[in-house]
């Protein structure tokens, strides 16, 4: 009997396939509990597909014949954090044990991962459990279609999963199946509605209520727990009070009272997204208070269900004057946080944007992450494509996030792997990502953006995943079926398309060079006289942005050493964030040994080879996955080459004419 929910959606990483092994034997699930029932149908569902059988027993009941027991431990010491489980592997046999419900379904998706191989094999004896206990997707989506970002900002993948007709879903089913996804990945917590709040989503905290706890139903058998994102301004804006001053008695309590209904109904309810004071939402800068003011405030209303305030520290001046050559926005996040280091509660988690500007596709790794030993930090990352491909192309971010977690910002080599940025967040506020799922029956617009999605759990749960064992995974688990070939070709296409991306849009760090307002596609000069920030000062000269303390903003003083030194450094400043931190000569040579006007001629040309080598490389297998799937990467990858071309020319076109040094390689330039 085939899988209902293949018959809806498409099943991603989970198609009945992928339940082969596991599902043609015989398997006991033992224990009570809603997670445990999850866990249950999933093998009810698997054997009933593949010939196997099952049973549902007690804890400790006999278990002989079987050769899967997925079992709740019998001196269960009910600790609720824990996650992790035990896998056995004796003799042909295996056993997952679990100290909670969680454990056991992250243990069952191990199995699931393992396919075969979770019974055959050496005997073996292991503990498994995440690196860290927050592992948060969160989502962009509007109740409404707003009028210029459509319903889910920066969302490329249709419409919200869980709003319709400016309201929650009536029909909530398909977030079954999100959810099965979420937490086969690793997932455990879920901010449903955009860190933007405008008038309409700001009542989801109010009337809508009923509605959220539609969705939190929905999530509570996967072991997810959902966040609402609230406007700073809810007291005035819902509850008529003529202030949003958090050290006002009043706010507080209206604050107060809100949480007290939010849990009231809904008690494993996770917490509070806040976006202040950034983009004209609104904040306690108004009233002369501190981020700390304001989030300790909400924390405190929160604190008595174990709720969290994840208060972002995406905080900038938007609009800035371009001839203003002392503001530098790559500062700001460090010098409106840092300071308050220590002055948090003990939950709100402060959640910081990998990089000092907005989810480029090369940014350095954010200073803010080494500065606040004494907060709860929570890395965010961006699965939505907003700066890398919007969907339309093909890049897969695996490789991005690990250099990123792996990264030795803080404390030098002595801080061994305590210093990596995955360290420094792991057992503090954990990860968060916006995600890049919506209402497209691929789920993410680009089918093969789906692998992001499920990369960013894997490594949430262990950071030091090595990148393309995640998509080994992923192919594994969404092509159970498909021939060695198509692996081969996936890793062909994927493996190195960061890079790729990188090399035909903007060179050497220096980011941004998008159309404004929607981002997609090649705009050189689109921002830089723009109040958001000016991000490349090409002249006819030189180009990049003087980040140093002795000559630019002093943005390289952020750092710890040995890295503020290394980036101070011409000398030492890597190349593939040269211009974030410096304004060089276009003859500058880099330490590849090339000129830069060179390295941006002979990168973008590569760049589009490079989409060509991609498409050339994914023709020959196309056929070996569903036609669906197969027409989507086609169109998609055909608009990958157009737009990779359009970057290609403008770019090299542009920088010519600044400079007007000829490509060595004699390339036309137009
Ligand atoms: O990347 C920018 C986006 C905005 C987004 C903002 C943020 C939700 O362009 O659309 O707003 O970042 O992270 O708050």
């Known amino acids: 009997m085939p899988s209902p929910r293949t018959t809806a959606v498409h099943p991603a990483w989970l198609p009945p396939g992928a339940f082969a092994a596991l599902g043609g034997r015989r398997v006991v699930v033992a224990g009570d509990g809603a997670l445990t029932s999850t866990v249950a149908a999933e093998v009810a569902a698997a054997t009933a597909a593949h010939g196997g059988s099952w049973a549902r027993l007690e804890v400790g009941a006999g278990t002989a014949d079987a050769d899967l027991v997925l079992t709740l431990a019998e001196d269960d010491p009910s600790n609720d954090a824990d996650e992790g489980f035990r896998f056995m592997r004796d003799g042909g046999s295996a056993v997952v044990q679990a100290?909670?419900?969680?454990?056991?379904?992250?243990?069952?998706?191990?199995?699931?991962?393992?396919?075969?191989?979770?019974?055959?094999?050496?005997?073996?004896?292991?503990?498994?459990?995440?690196?860290?206990?927050?592992?948060?997707?969160?989502?962009?989506?509007?109740?409404?279609?707003?009028?210029?970002?459509?319903?889910?900002?920066?969302?490329?993948?249709?419409?919200?999963?869980f709003y319709a007709s400016g309201r929650v879903r009536d029909d909530l089913s398909r977030l079954d199946a999100y959810a099965r996804l979420l937490a086969a990945a690793g997932i455990n917590r879920i901010a449903i509605n955009n860190v933007n709040v405008h008038a309409r989503e700001a009542r989801l905290l109010t009337e809508d209520l009923a509605g959220v706890a539609r969705i939190a139903a929905a999530f509570r058998p996967w072991g997810i727990r959902v966040h609402l994102s609230v406007s700073f301004a809810s007291p005035t804006l819902l509850g008529g009070l003529s202030?949003?001053?958090?050290?006002?008695?009043?706010?507080?309590?209206?604050?107060?009272?809100?949480?007290?209904?939010?849990?009231?109904?809904?008690?494993?309810?996770g917490g509070l997204v806040v976006k202040a004071d950034s983009e004209g939402q609104p904040g306690p800068f108004a009233y002369g208070r501190t981020h700390a003011d304001g989030a300790n405030m909400l924390a405190r209303a929160v604190a008595p269900y174990g709720g969290l305030v994840h208060w972002r520290a995406f905080v900038y001046?938007?609009?800035?004057?371009?001839?203003?050559?002392?503001?530098?926005?790559?500062?700001?996040?460090?010098?409106?946080?840092?300071?308050?280091?220590?002055?948090?509660?003990?939950?709100?988690?402060l959640q910081v944007?990998?990089?000092?500007?907005?989810?480029?596709?090369?940014?350095?790794?954010?200073?803010?992450?080494?500065?606040?030993?004494?907060?709860?930090?929570?890395?965010?990352?961006?699965?939505?494509?907003?700066?890398?491909?919007?969907?339309?192309?093909?890049?897969?971010?695996?490789?991005?996030?690990?250099?990123?977690?792996?990264?030795?910002l803080a404390g030098g080599p002595e801080a061994g792997d305590d210093g990596t940025v995955a360290g420094l967040v792991a057992g503090s506020g954990g990860f968060a990502a916006v995600s890049n799922a919506g209402t497209d029956e691929l789920?993410?617009?680009?089918?093969?953006?789906?692998?992001?999605?499920?990369?960013?759990?894997?490594?949430?749960?262990?950071?030091?995943?090595?990148?393309?064992?995640?998509?080994?995974?992923?192919?594994?688990?969404?092509?159970?079926?498909?021939?060695?070939?198509?692996?081969?070709?996936?890793?062909?296409?994927?493996?190195?398309?960061w890079e790729t991306y990188e090399m035909y849009t903007a060179p050497l760090g220096v980011g941004f060079m998008v159309r404004p307002g929607h981002h997609y596609g090649p705009d050189v000069d689109g921002?830089?006289?723009?109040?958001?920030?000016?991000?490349?000062?090409?002249?006819?000269?030189?180009?990049?942005?003087?980040?140093?303390?002795?000559?630019?903003?002093?943005?390289?003083?952020?750092?710890?050493?040995?890295?503020?030194?290394?980036?101070?450094?011409?000398?030492?400043?890597?190349?593939?964030?040269?211009?974030?931190?410096?304004?060089?000569?276009?003859?500058?040579?880099?330490?590849?040994?090339?000129?830069?006007?060179?390295?941006?001629?002979?990168?973008?040309?590569?760049?589009?080879?490079?989409?060509?080598?991609?498409?050339?490389?994914?023709?020959?297998?196309?056929?070996?996955?569903?036609?669906?799937?197969?027409?989507?990467?086609?169109?998609?990858?055909?608009?990958?080459?157009?737009?990779?071309?359009?970057?290609?020319?403008?770019?090299?076109?542009?920088?010519?004419?600044?400079?007007?040094?000829?490509?060595?390689?004699?390339r036309r330039i137009f």
Not at 125 to 146: C, F, S, Y
Not at 254 to 267: K, M, N, Y
Not at 372 to 381: F, I, K, Q, S, Y
Not at 445 to 474: M, T
């Open 317 to 349: 001046d938007h609009r800035q004057d371009w001839r203003d050559r002392s503001t530098d926005r790559a500062r700001a996040a460090y010098d409106h946080f840092a300071p308050l280091d220590g002055t948090f509660d003990e939950n709100v988690v």
């Open 527 to 666: 921002y830089e006289y723009t109040p958001w920030g000016t991000y490349h000062f090409a002249d006819r000269d030189g180009i990049g942005v003087d980040r140093t303390q002795a000559t630019g903003t002093g943005y390289t003083g952020q750092y710890p050493a040995p890295w503020s030194d290394v980036y101070e450094s011409l000398g030492t400043c890597p190349d593939e964030l040269l211009l974030f931190f410096h304004h060089v000569p276009y003859s500058h040579v880099l330490r590849s040994g090339k000129t830069v006007i060179q390295h941006v001629y002979d990168t973008h040309s590569e760049g589009v080879e490079r989409v060509e080598a991609m498409i050339a490389a994914w023709e020959p297998v196309a056929g070996l996955v569903d036609p669906a799937v197969a027409e989507r990467v086609a169109e998609r990858l055909a608009e990958q080459l157009r737009s990779a071309i359009e970057w290609r020319d403008q770019v090299r076109t542009y920088f010519f004419r600044k400079s007007g040094v000829p490509d060595e390689k004699g």
């Open 99 to 161: 100290p909670t419900e969680r454990g056991l379904l992250y243990g069952f998706f191990h199995v699931v991962r393992l396919g075969e191989d979770a019974f055959a094999g050496p005997d073996t004896d292991e503990t498994h459990a995440p690196a860290a206990e927050l592992r948060m997707i969160d989502h962009w989506d509007n109740v409404d279609v707003h009028p210029t970002m459509g319903q889910v900002e920066r969302g490329y993948s249709g419409g919200s999963l």
């Open 443 to 497: 789920w993410t617009g680009h089918p093969f953006a789906q692998a992001n999605l499920y990369a960013y759990g894997r490594l949430a749960w262990d950071p030091l995943l090595d990148p393309s064992a995640i998509l080994d995974e992923w192919v594994a688990l969404t092509f159970p079926d498909a021939p060695v070939e198509l692996g081969e070709a996936l890793h062909a296409v994927l493996d190195t398309s």
């Open 243 to 269: 202030s949003n001053d958090p050290l006002d008695p009043e706010v507080a309590h209206w604050w107060v009272r809100a949480a007290a209904r939010v849990w009231d109904l809904v008690p494993d309810f």
């Open 353 to 408: 944007k990998y990089g000092p500007l907005d989810f480029q596709a090369r940014e350095p790794v954010s200073p803010v992450l080494a500065a606040m030993p004494a907060t709860r930090l929570a890395l965010e990352l961006q699965v939505t494509q907003e700066y890398t491909g919007q969907q339309q192309h093909a890049v897969y971010l695996g490789p991005q996030w690990s250099a990123i977690l792996r990264f030795r």
